[in-house]
């Protein structure tokens, strides 16, 4: 039956809620539906018209749900950085050289770079990361970026989640009504600015 129920869904994403209405993440449509067949999390808004349906069930397509229990995200987990979105709050473009992603050549590539190096006790922590083009990532080296002469554009900052979510451009309209409730109208005019 569950089989049945999730077979062919689309890789679109839903907004997860914290019980006090925190966005927390993107699930896949898939685990939201999980959550909510599990009686672990409440549909708050659905895709209007569009159903998953088994022998014996008929779901809305959840758009945003949000948990049941409240959870305690761990500091480290909300800090995570992926590539997907340090390349996103850099605007996919060399911190270095300025080029975007579009003005790469050949087998030129985005990379994360160090600002200091890992083998020199650097972290993964947002400040210390950067988008280099491989090119200048390679020139730079092993080295602390204050010491080989280059300099960056930016200095980077741990970005807010919301400005995340919306660089990889993944919310839907509806999403974004409640990235605007908890975060407030402010919030979404800066992106708009992006
Ligand atoms: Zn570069």
Redesign the pocket.
């Known amino acids: 039956m569950r089989r049945d129920l999730f077979a062919m869904l689309p890789h679109a994403r839903c907004l997860a809620l914290n019980t006090s209405f925190e966005p927390l993440t993107l699930v896949p449509v898939r685990r939201a539906l999980r959550l909510v067949i599990d009686g672990k999390a409440e549909i708050v808004e659905a895709e209007r018209g569009r159903f998953f349906r088994s022998e014996r069930l008929a779901i809305p397509r959840p758009a945003v749900i949000r948990l049941v229990r409240f959870v305690h995200v761990p500091r480290k987990f909300r800090r995570q950085v992926t590539n997907t979105f340090l390349f996103a709050r850099d605007g996919y473009r ?1 911190q ?2 300025g ?1 975007s992603v579009g003005e790469l050549r050949g087998r030129e590539c985005l990379t994360r770079d160090h600002l200091r190096p890992i083998s020199l006790g650097g972290t993964n922590a947002w400040t210390n990361v950067t988008t ?2 491989s ?2 990532n390679t020139k730079k080296g092993n080295r602390p970026a204050a010491e080989c002469g280059m300099r960056l554009r930016t200095s980077p900052r741990e970005p807010h989640f919301v400005h995340l979510a919306w660089a990889v451009r993944r919310l839907t309209s509806i999403q974004a009504k409640y990235i605007r409730m908890f975060y407030g109208e402010a919030t979404l005019a800066e992106l708009s600015r992006w």
């Open positions: 060399c270095y050289c080029r280099a083009c090119t200048c």
